[in-house]
């Protein structure tokens, strides 16, 4: 089965850095776009970043550009999201999506929790 697993949450300082990882198995990665959502406590989940499936394409949500890095290693079959310049708006749960680039079928992971806080 399809299993998609975040990881690199943590409670960390405003200015600071953090580097989230999503590693996917059961399905054919590099026939997925990848995109990194977030959800803050009491707000609806917000796209962060999106990157396609050869890795060639980014997006990203205005609040993020500049500060937020998205990327793919297609053969270790992970996505990754470097964040840096964290503040405290950007404290949330942060997930990994994946969209088949022809079917649209999509799989979430868990999520992973980004505090930052002094």
Not at 4 to 23: D, K, N
Not at 29 to 41: G, H
Request: glycine share 12%; hydrophobic share 30%; charged share 15%.
């Amino acid at each position: 089965q399809v299993q998609l697993v975040e990881s690199g949450g943590g409670l960390v300082q405003p200015g600071g850095s953090l580097r989230l990882s999503c590693a996917a198995s059961g399905l054919t990665f590099s026939s997925y776009t990848m995109r990194w959502y977030r959800q803050a406590p009491g707000k609806e989940r917000e796209l962060v970043a999106r990157i396609s499936s050869g890795g060639g394409s980014t997006i990203y949500a205005d609040a993020m550009k500049g500060r937020f890095t998205i990327s793919r290693d297609n053969a270790k079959n992970t996505v990754y999201l470097q964040m840096n310049s964290l503040n405290s708006e950007d404290t949330a749960l942060y997930y990994c999506n994946a969209q088949h680039v022809y079917t649209r079928r999509d799989y979430w992971g868990q999520g992973t929790q980004v505090t930052v806080s002094s």
